[in-house]
C-alpha cells in the first residue's frame, strides 16, 4: 500500500497573536538561518521552546521575543520541505478537493499552505500560574479529525459542513 498524504484538522479554542511571514512580510520562515534575527533554528535555543528537542529545520524564536512579548506564541509561515511534498501530492488531486487548499506564498518567493506553528502548543507557563513541575496548563487546541488525502469524500464532507475560510487568517473557521 503507498504512503499517502495526511491533514491532522485542529481547531483553536482561544484566538492567539502570531507573526505573520507570508507576503508582504520581509522576513521569512528561513530567516532562522541567519544571524542575529528573531527566529532561531530550534536545535540552536538553549532550552528550545519545546520539552524535546527540536530537528534543526524547525523555526523557534529568539529569547528576546519570547520575554518581549509574551502575548505572541507563534508564526504563519510555509515550510518548504512540506510544500514540495504536498504539491507533489496534489497532482494527483481532482478540482473538488484542491479548492480547500488555498495557497500563500512568502519573501523568498516559496508557494505552499500556511503553516501555523505554535510555541509550545500550550500556554507559555507564568511562575505564578505553575506552582510545581508536575503542573500543566491546558492545551489550546483541540483535534478534531484527520484525512488521508486520497479519501477525497470523506473531506469534502467535512468541509462543506464545517469549514468557512477566512482570506484574512488564511485557516478556515469550524462551525458545528
Given at each position: 500500500m503507498k504512503k499517502s498524504m495526511k491533514m491532522y484538522v485542529y481547531t483553536l479554542k482561544n484566538d492567539i497573536r502570531v507573526?505573520?511571514?507570508?507576503?508582504?512580510?520581509?522576513?521569512?520562515?528561513?530567516?532562522?538561518?541567519?544571524?542575529?534575527?528573531?527566529?532561531?533554528?530550534?536545535?540552536?535555543?538553549?532550552?528550545?521552546?519545546?520539552?524535546n528537542n527540536l530537528s534543526a529545520w524547525d523555526p523557534c524564536f529568539s529569547d528576546t521575543i519570547v520575554?518581549?512579548?509574551?502575548?505572541?506564541?507563534?508564526m504563519l509561515a510555509i515550510a518548504y520541505s512540506d510544500s514540495v511534498r504536498l504539491k507533489k501530492s496534489l497532482k494527483k488531486t481532482s478540482k473538488n478537493v484542491l479548492k480547500f487548499f488555498?495557497?500563500?506564498?512568502?519573501?523568498?518567493k516559496i508557494t505552499g499552505l500556511p503553516e501555523l506553528v505554535l510555541h509550545p502548543l500550550t500556554k507559555r507557563p507564568s511562575s505564578d500560574v505553575i506552582v510545581k513541575d508536575s503542573d500543566t496548563l491546558e492545551n489550546n487546541y483541540e483535534f478534531l479529525t484527520k484525512f488521508h488525502l486520497n479519501n477525497e469524500a470523506k473531506m469534502i464532507q467535512f468541509m462543506d459542513k464545517h469549514a468557512i475560510y477566512d482570506p484574512n487568517t488564511l485557516f478556515y473557521t469550524y462551525t458545528e
Open positions: 507573526v505573520k511571514l507570508l507576503n508582504p512580510s520581509k522576513y521569512s520562515r528561513t530567516t532562522k538561518s541567519t544571524k542575529r534575527n528573531f527566529i532561531k533554528r530550534c536545535s540552536l535555543v538553549p532550552k528550545g521552546c519545546m520539552p520575554k518581549n512579548y509574551p502575548d505572541v506564541v507563534g488555498k495557497m500563500a506564498s512568502d519573501v523568498k
